[in-house]
């Protein structure tokens, strides 16, 4: 099977590749799709969902929402629905893919999708989001955020994913014990970063780091290697083709852990941002990973 861009963009900005047979620029999933993924993700939260008229109506912790092309909005918005981007739901590989085998037809997939990025950027509606964490402003968010340790350093994150982060410490240190790579890596750990309250870098968006769903894991040294896709791109022109051999990359055992609790990985993004985790469940179900 070939690697085709999927046009979904993640919360950490990034855009996800997969491994199908679609066309080459790939297809949304559809709303009912999406929804029932959502509702085992976080279950309990969303119930009722109906379609009338070609419009899809769920009710998500007492409050009616509407997909509305790709977008999640509240009742009184549904119509406004050309104002907001789409909301990010994406196929998410299994595997990494190996940019450096692309075409040149995908270069240029690629380099038009980028341009249209770099010309539209539209604010995504957080209305949903804001409501899945209950964090509407950075007083709420203050509220709901636990200060921990993970790993030997202290990182502030919100109270709902913390006992996930707490097992996936524990199997990467009972691993540890018999893995040199992934000892070496979680000892040389710098630093954490989790909950700051922002938006995604050059958009109006909010990011997964403001309600401190999205964690950073940042070595000592990253000896030389590319990180973040930003930092990358003004360097080099095809810096989207750069092989993993020059991208910094955790263990593939902490990769591994994250996603055994639903967190996706921003290294498997075009756009790619390799020292990123954040939780979103439902797009693991969705990918059949799940």
Same mark, same amino acid.
């Given at each position: ?38 509702? %085992? !993700?976080?279950?309990?939260? #969303?119930?009722? &969902?109906? /379609?009338? +008229? ?8 007492? $409050? ?61 509606? %957080? !209305?949903?989001?804001?409501? #899945?964490?209950? &964090?509407? /402003?950075? +007083? ?8 921990? $340790? ?141």
């Amino acid at each position: 099977m070939s690697l085709l861009l999927v046009v979904l963009s993640g919360t950490g900005g990034g855009v996800a590749w997969a491994q199908t047979n679609a066309e080459p620029l790939g297809k949304p999933f559809s709303p009912p799709v999406v929804l029932e993924a959502l509702k %085992a !993700a976080y279950p309990g939260l #969303l119930s009722n &969902i109906a /379609s009338t +008229n070609g419009d899809w109506w769920f009710t998500f912790r007492d $409050q009616e929402f509407c997909w509305a092309n790709g977008r999640l909005l509240l009742r009184p918005l549904s119509k406004k629905w050309i104002s907001y981007a789409p909301q990010p739901f994406y196929e998410y590989p299994a595997t990494a893919p190996e940019v450096a085998l692309w075409t040149r037809e995908k270069e240029l997939a690629v380099e038009a999708l980028l341009a249209e990025r770099k010309k539209a950027n539209v604010l995504r509606n %957080a !209305a949903f989001f804001d409501t #899945l964490w209950r &964090i509407h /402003s950075l +007083n709420q968010a203050d509220d709901r955020m636990v200060h921990l $340790q993970l790993f030997g350093h202290q990182v502030t994150m919100h109270q709902d994913v913390v006992a996930s982060l707490k097992r996936i410490e524990t199997v990467l240190k009972e691993q540890a014990s018999t893995n040199e790579a992934l000892a070496t890596f979680l000892k040389n750990l710098s630093r954490l970063e989790g909950f700051n309250w922002r938006n995604i870098a050059g958009t109006e968006s909010r990011s997964n780091h403001a309600y401190g769903t999205a964690i950073d894991l940042i070595p000592n040294s990253f000896g030389g290697r590319a990180v973040y896709w930003l930092w990358a791109a003004s360097e080099l022109k095809h810096w989207y083709k750069w092989t993993w051999q020059q991208r910094w990359l955790p263990p593939d055992a902490v990769v591994t852990a994250f996603e055994d609790e639903g967190w996706v990985w921003g290294g498997k993004w075009m756009l790619f941002d390799t020292i990123h985790f954040e939780y979103r469940p439902e797009i693991l179900i969705l990918s059949g990973l799940r």
